[in-house]
């Protein structure tokens, strides 16, 4: 049943603003044009312009204000607008009188967004709709799109958006879940941030205290655990500070809710978003680059002394984009708290920066990364077939394939099930915030959606999958590098290169005494 007071249904309710009394139109419907949610709202908007009334500055101004603060309610919810003409000879002639009283025009109320046409107000026809409505409410049959419940809206200055509505953000505590539910999440997260955090550490410690045992190709790996180190802390502060950062504080003086918090305007949201997004995709690259220095160990055979040299250039791409990336979100003011996680990061409910900052960087980087790991173990294998190898090279050979194999599936499972969320969060985000709307607006006093044609809520499970799996992705860092010393440096580019001399020597050998008994199975063919 409908709550006494509430107009999420655009009900026509009767004129109770005294500038509006004796007009040719008795009723009216809230929220207004101006997106007043009462008519007493919308009477102390109107207070500024009650000198000019009085004074008789226009005789258009009190018709084209009511037009405004108390529209007329038509049939079916038909929105009429004032002719821009009316808009226009209400401002010329006051606006000495505005200017003497210290009035100046709204912004809203700017004339060229009102129709180009020479028609008074009401029409005619809108006083035939509305005959009948006085008698009692008429529901509207139109879709008039999201509108920002009063206690959601934020000050203007902040830049705030939600749902495609400015000056608006997401209610906190999450939207979409119970506090139950937000609870177990929470410490859901904060055991699994603990436990990446302590491999990770153990990781980065192991490398310090020898050096040496970890050099390219594999000394990517060390970078990558700590970017997952920092990406756990963060997760782990976000446990213990609640919603205390990514939620803007309730106002109740100001009928203000707990709200999500947008922007850089929240010193301590913008930091962790800095840490956490920064973290994460140099993690990526760091994989990609480690990719690259596997398949220069294979295919052209690179030593673990060339790969180095290019350490540089390593280190500009690893902290270089993702610093990139982080200056443009920053600039775009795409910073995002989220309430589940207690964290700030971006593509919570924008969906154009999780296009844009998440699935297309991350996805870029699986395609390269799978591409040149694929490319490194054809090259890897093509080595262990077709160049004579002794058993115990054969071995070491084999058993570094299967090292890089079980890092790169320990690392591509987590990372596609997080683009799997990611893209599921995009399909299905628009239709989970129209079902709350649907839910909420007779509660906050908004248009209902009209005929809504599919309703669904998010899983939590969705969510607690997303955050382990952008947690654990740390994990593969320590399966097998840091617990045990790894083969010599660049084994696979020599052990190729060791085979490849071998087989020169033979063949020189063969060259010279062809009947020597080495040479009894004939020459050697040297692999393409």
């Not at 984009?321 to 207690?342: Q, R």
Request: proline share 7%; charged share 15%.
């Amino acid at each position: 049943m409908r709550r006494r007071g509430s107009h999420s249904l655009f009900t026509c309710e009767p004129i109770t603003l005294r500038m509006c009394q004796g007009l040719p139109y008795n009723s009216t419907f809230m929220p207004n044009i101006l997106n007043h949610y009462d008519q007493q709202t919308a009477a102390l908007a109107m207070e500024p312009f009650h000198p000019m009334v009085n004074l008789q500055c226009s005789p258009e101004l009190r018709t084209f204000l009511c037009a405004l603060y108390a529209p007329v309610c038509t049939e079916y919810g038909r929105m009429t607008l004032p002719c821009r003409r009316l808009c226009l000879q209400a401002k010329s002639d006051c606006y000495k009188l505005m200017d003497m009283f210290g009035v100046s025009w709204p912004q809203e109320m700017d004339c060229n967004r009102f129709p180009d046409c020479d028609q008074s107000y009401p029409r005619p026809v809108d006083l035939l709709s509305s005959s009948d409505t006085t008698e009692s409410p008429v529901s509207v049959q139109r879709d008039y799109g999201f509108w920002c419940p009063r206690e959601l809206k934020i000050d203007p200055e902040l830049g705030y958006s939600f749902m495609g509505v400015r000056d608006c953000s997401p209610p906190c505590p999450n939207m979409y879940f119970t506090r139950e539910e937000l609870t177990f999440a929470r410490y859901f997260i904060g055991v699994v941030s603990i436990v990446c955090l302590s491999a990770t550490l153990f990781t980065f410690l192991t490398f310090l205290i020898d050096v040496s045992r970890f050099r390219y190709p594999e000394r990517p790996i060390i970078f990558y655990a700590v970017c997952y180190m920092m990406v756990s802390l963060v997760f782990f502060l976000g446990f213990l500070l609640e919603d205390k950062v990514s939620c803007n504080a309730a106002s109740p003086g100001r009928f203000r809710a707990s709200t999500v918090t947008q922007g850089s305007h929240n010193k301590a949201c913008t930091l962790l978003f800095m840490v956490l997004y920064f973290f994460t995709m140099a993690g990526s690259v760091w994989w990609v680059i480690l990719t690259i220095t596997w398949f220069l160990a294979a295919v052209p055979k690179w030593g673990s002394e060339a790969i180095e040299k290019k350490a540089l250039l390593f280190h500009a791409c690893a902290w270089g984009i993702p610093g990139v990336l982080t200056v443009s979100l920053l600039a775009m003011n795409k910073i995002e708290g989220d309430s589940v996680s207690g964290v700030c990061f971006v593509g919570l409910y924008n969906l154009t920066a999780l296009r844009w900052f998440l699935l297309a960087p991350l996805g870029l980087d699986v395609v390269v990364g799978v591409a040149l790991l694929l490319a490194g173990i054809a090259a890897l294998n093509r080595v262990r077939m077709e160049i004579p190898l002794e058993k115990e090279n054969q071995e070491k050979l084999v058993k570094f394939m299967i090292r890089i194999a079980v890092f790169s599936v320990l690392y591509l499972v987590p990372l596609l099930a997080v683009l799997g969320c990611y893209l599921y969060e995009n399909s299905y985000r628009a239709i989970w915030e129209t079902t709350w709307v649907q839910e909420k607006c007779r509660d906050y006093h908004i248009p209902c959606p009209y005929q809504v044609e599919r309703t669904s809520r998010p899983d939590l499970a969705l969510f607690l999958i997303k955050y382990l799996m952008m947690l654990i992705v740390g994990i593969p860092s320590v399966s097998g590098w840091a617990v045990r010393r790894p083969a010599s440096s660049g084994p696979a580019s020599s052990m190729a290169r060791d085979a490849k001399m071998r087989w020169s020597t033979r063949a020189a050998r063969c060259s010279r005494s062809p009947t020597s008994p080495s040479c009894c199975s004939g020459t050697p063919t040297h692999p393409s």
